[in-house]
């Protein structure tokens, strides 16, 4: 596969990941947008579960535990 570039932006991406080679330039610019797109849906996902209380439920769900087994010691 042979594209045309922006050489300016990949002697760039080069000099500041510290690549040596074209290839190994846009291999780790591919894997990094990849995992920059997963956590930025990671984060919609788990604002999105902060939003329906889920986290509230979940600690009150703890503390309601720890306090059933406080109580058992007593």
């Not at 045309?4 to 290839?23: F, H, I, P, Q, Y």
């Not at 894997?31 to 979940?58: C, M, P, T």
Request: hydrophobic share 45%; charged share 40%.
């Amino acid at each position: 596969m042979s594209e045309t570039v922006d050489d300016e932006a990949l002697a760039e991406a080069m000099r500041l990941m510290g690549a040596t080679t074209k290839k190994e330039t846009v291999n780790a610019a591919l894997r990094d947008y990849v995992a920059r797109i997963k956590r930025l849906e990671a984060a919609e996902k788990l604002a999105a579960r902060g939003s329906r209380g889920e986290f509230e439920k979940a600690a009150a769900a703890r503390d309601a535990e720890k306090r059933a087994r406080r109580e058992a010691f007593e």
